[in-house]
């Protein structure tokens, strides 16, 4: 008895797909991704820059989003320091908290004391806070500058140390 087979290279490694399985041989369920909102005030800033860094270090391993409690636009400085780090998040955009209602997360993550006191339940998800200052309230150069700059460092360190608890 023949059986049907596709082979795959994937990452340098040969994946071979067999359309008839032997007896005894039960496919494997795919882990779903875990996904994560992150959530402050205005989705302009803080909640943008952490979306775009755990895209960016988790890779595909996440279904990563980010919401405000009363959104505003993307601020500029939040894509051009990204963009310092090779990170594009211009194509995100500013959404409302309500867009996600009834939506099931693994994780809510508010980066802002405003969004913790005013953050819709979530029942499934479990909550994490982190308190960041907003950059955006500093309005003069270069201060708005270093602001950006130490805001998004620290939420790079914070994300890591979440990648690193995740996995376990």
């Known amino acids: 008895m023949s059986r049907r087979q596709n082979t795959f290279r994937i990452f340098g490694y040969c994946i071979l797909l067999l359309e008839d399985p032997p007896a005894g041989i039960h496919s494997i369920p795919m882990a779903t991704k875990k996904r994560v909102l992150f959530l402050c005030t205005g989705n302009s800033a803080r909640s943008q820059m952490a979306?775009?860094?755990?895209?960016h270090l988790a890779g595909d391993r996440f279904e990563v989003f980010s919401a405000g409690t009363h959104p505003k636009s993307i601020h500029p400085k939040s894509v051009?320091?990204?963009?310092e780090i090779g990170i594009d998040i211009s194509g995100q955009s500013s959404k409302d908290v309500s867009k996600f209602a009834g939506q099931q997360f693994d994780y809510v993550i508010t980066v802002c004391d405003r969004a913790k006191q005013n953050?819709?339940?979530f029942p499934a998800a479990k909550p994490i806070h982190w308190g960041f200052d907003d950059p955006a309230e500093a309005t003069a150069e270069p201060q708005q500058t270093i602001v950006f700059r130490s805001v998004r460092e620290e939420l790079f360190a914070r994300i890591r140390l979440f990648l690193t608890a995740s996995q376990g």
């Open 119 to 121: 953050c819709p339940i």
């Open 51 to 55: 979306e775009g860094i755990l895209r």
């Open 80 to 83: 051009q320091m990204m963009n």
